[in-house]
């Protein structure tokens, strides 16, 4: 029987992404890319089945803030696939970065009947105590895109190949500076997320791991000398905290289109990248003489400032392929089986490692975003025009 649903639900989701891929998007003011279809048409199931995919019982999902585009997009794309499957689904959003709004709202949800738990954590180190109360009450948590550190209370993990995130970063800027074969040095500053998020560990940690040897051999040269992950973050991946210190760094460096050369920025993700966009264009710098600059998450605005030549580069993660995997992990733990996973050995939360399914993400620049993000109906074209 769990087999006969497994496969319901298996080409539902199939149906719905071949939905996804295959219509525009709505056009929204929240901008996210369209939901995925509700699974249609009992004709799909197999004979003698029952038309209502596998599922049932109530499912709360916790995204950190509506501020960021791509929660929005995770959240939405959630709600959308756990109801097509058949659940019942309290999204809540913790304020802009709400920390104690997102232990409270999980507070409820453990309270109010979910049967499990999708969690993006805001801090993910700030959830311990509440996820005892979950694992009391039997009740499963799945971590979302970010690993929930120092909770045994945690199943399952699916999230990105964050380290591979970062060496796409990290390859691109030695790749468009050609570090093995020109002369330099070359002058880079370097730009990450919020200290409180375990994925910067990854990806800070795979950009240096291509970039360092460069740094050692003194072909590329931080002026600042802000080095160490510490000096490099951003809290809550504010753009207006990027914007901040690479002004500060503009202006302690004699950065500048007439001034000093700044070669490139490694930006871990697109809204630390935009703020970083944002004070180089107010210091004159221009599409023709833009350092070299990475992101992260195919932002819209992002995706226009690439299409404008002042972005170089952002990482492709089609929150509809996680949402996705993370309903079936969802259904696996609702029904008591294994759910795929991909990854055990990358992930320790301090308790032990949590089995993970790493999804792929994908480069995105000005020659394939096309293909990547509008073909497979992710955006519009109006959305990134
Ligand atoms: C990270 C996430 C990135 C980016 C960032 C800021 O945890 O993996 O995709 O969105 O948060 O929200």
Not at 123 to 129: C, I, K, N, R
Not at 299 to 308: C, E, L, M, S
Request: proline share 5%.
């Amino acid at each position: 029987m769990k087999k006969i649903l497994a496969s319901i639900l298996a080409s539902a989701m199939m149906l719905s992404l071949a939905a996804c891929g295959g219509s525009a998007p709505a056009e929204s003011s929240s901008a996210a890319p369209a939901a995925p279809a509700a699974p249609a048409a009992s004709s799909e199931a197999p004979a003698g089945g029952d038309a209502a995919p596998a599922g049932g019982g109530k499912v709360g999902v916790s995204m950190p803030t509506q501020s960021l585009q791509r929660w929005n997009q995770d959240g939405s794309n959630m709600k959308a696939e756990l109801e097509a499957a058949g659940y019942e689904v309290d999204l809540q959003y913790a304020g802009d970065n709400d920390i104690p709004t997102q232990v409270s709202q999980l507070e409820n949800m453990i309270s109010n009947g979910c049967e499990a738990l999708v969690v993006a954590a805001i801090d993910g180190s700030s959830l311990t105590e509440v996820l005892k109360g979950a694992k009391d009450a039997g009740i499963p948590v799945i971590s979302y895109d970010r690993l929930i550190m120092n909770s045994d209370a945690i199943s399952y993990y699916a999230t990105f190949d964050n380290y591979k995130v970062g060496t796409f970063q990290g390859n691109f800027i030695k790749d468009a500076l050609d570090l093995d074969n020109a002369e330099g040095p070359f002058n880079i500053e370097l730009v990450t997320g919020s200290p409180d998020d375990n994925n910067v560990n990854f990806f800070f940690g795979g950009a240096m791991d291509v970039l360092k040897p460069y740094m050692d051999s003194g072909k590329l040269v931080v002026l600042s000398g802000q080095t160490e992950k510490a000096q490099c973050a951003t809290p809550n991946w504010s753009a207006e905290e990027s914007q901040k210190r690479m002004e500060n760094l503009i202006t302690s460096n004699g950065y500048g289109p007439e001034g000093t050369k700044l070669d490139a920025v490694l930006c871990s993700n697109d809204s630390t990248s935009y703020g970083v966009q944002n004070a180089l264009t107010a210091a004159g710098y221009t599409a023709e003489n833009m350092p070299v600059i990475t992101g992260q998450d195919c932002d819209k605005p992002n995706v226009k400032n690439i299409v404008a030549g002042l972005q170089d580069m952002s990482v492709f993660k089609d929150t509809r392929t996680l949402a996705s995997q993370v309903v079936k992990m969802v259904d696996a733990v609702m029904q008591g089986t294994e759910p795929e996973i991909n990854d055990t050995e990358t992930y320790d939360n301090g308790t032990g490692i949590i089995p993970s399914y790493l999804c792929d993400p994908v480069i995105c620049t000005v020659d394939n975003y096309k293909e990547l993000l509008i073909d497979s109906g992710y955006y519009t074209e109006a959305d990134v025009a």
